[in-house]
């Protein structure tokens, strides 16, 4: 299998964030050809385009992040029905200067997690369109939606049933083929 960087976002910034450990769980359950690293936007001012005359270090480090990654994977809750709006602010920046989005050709894929019963679906959909914008080649299948009930995974990223598990695992098994694909099509340097 041909290996990939995939930078990842978390979208909440809570010390308890349960899609905090669904990403921890999406790590160890892929194939291991996928090399993970975080892209922080904790740091990241808000956002305003009196900025892109002389981006800021932190702006500039976070471009730079999603630069060097094969693909990004997005990890959010859903807030108000929405973007969780850290990680809006994050995508604002990468997306400009104009001419420079980050997003473009760059494969991706978003998942989440809530208590709620539909897992956080409108906010992914409203992520998918923003995505959509700003160019980003998405995997459309599988899509995943996951209801959080307590203990499902551990602060390790341990899932504790085996049905979330295997479907977890398939879903990055997915997203590593999908990444093959898009990167097939659009080598990084084209
Ligand atoms: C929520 N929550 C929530 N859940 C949901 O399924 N749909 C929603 O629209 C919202 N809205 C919402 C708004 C705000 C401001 C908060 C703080 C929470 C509940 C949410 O799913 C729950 O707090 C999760 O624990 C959030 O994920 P993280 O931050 O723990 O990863």
């Given at each position: 299998?041909?290996?990939?960087?995939?930078?990842?976002?978390?979208?909440?910034?809570a010390?308890?964030?349960?899609?905090?450990?669904l990403a921890?769980?999406?790590?160890r359950?892929?194939?291991?050809s996928?090399?993970?690293?975080?892209?922080?936007?904790r740091?990241?001012?808000?956002y305003?385009y009196d900025?892109?005359?002389?981006?800021?270090?932190?702006a500039r480090?976070?471009?730079d992040?999603?630069?060097?990654?094969?693909a990004?994977l997005?990890?959010?809750p859903?807030?108000?029905?929405?973007?969780?709006?850290?990680?809006?602010?994050a995508?604002d920046?990468?997306?400009?200067?104009?001419?420079?989005n980050?997003?473009?050709?760059?494969p991706?894929a978003?998942?989440?997690?809530?208590?709620?019963?539909?897992g956080?679906?409108?906010?992914?959909?409203?992520?998918r369109?923003v995505?959509?914008?700003?160019?980003?080649?998405?995997?459309?299948?599988?899509e995943?939606?996951?209801?959080?009930?307590p203990?499902l995974?551990?602060?390790?990223?341990?899932?504790?049933?085996e049905?979330?598990?295997?479907?977890l695992r398939?879903?990055?098994?997915?997203?590593?083929?999908?990444?093959?694909?898009?990167l097939?099509?659009?080598?990084?340097?084209?």
């Amino acid at each position: 299998m041909t290996h990939y960087k995939v930078g990842y976002l978390v979208g909440s910034l809570a010390t308890a964030s349960i899609n905090r450990k669904l990403a921890k769980a999406l790590i160890r359950l892929a194939p291991e050809s996928l090399e993970f690293s975080e892209i922080s936007f904790r740091d990241l001012p808000l956002y305003s385009y009196d900025y892109d005359a002389d981006f800021p270090a932190v702006a500039r480090a976070f471009k730079d992040a999603i630069k060097a990654a094969d693909a990004i994977l997005f990890v959010t809750p859903e807030y108000n029905r929405s973007i969780p709006g850290g990680l809006k602010n994050a995508i604002d920046w990468a997306s400009r200067p104009y001419g420079t989005n980050s997003f473009t050709r760059k494969p991706s894929a978003v998942i989440g997690t809530s208590p709620g019963a539909i897992g956080t679906a409108i906010a992914q959909q409203q992520l998918r369109s923003v995505l959509g914008f700003c160019n980003s080649p998405q995997m459309n299948a599988p899509e995943a939606y996951i209801r959080f009930t307590p203990n499902l995974i551990t602060d390790d990223g341990e899932v504790t049933v085996e049905a979330t598990e295997q479907f977890l695992r398939d879903y990055m098994e997915e997203f590593h083929a999908f990444i093959a694909r898009v990167l097939t099509v659009l080598p990084r340097d084209a």
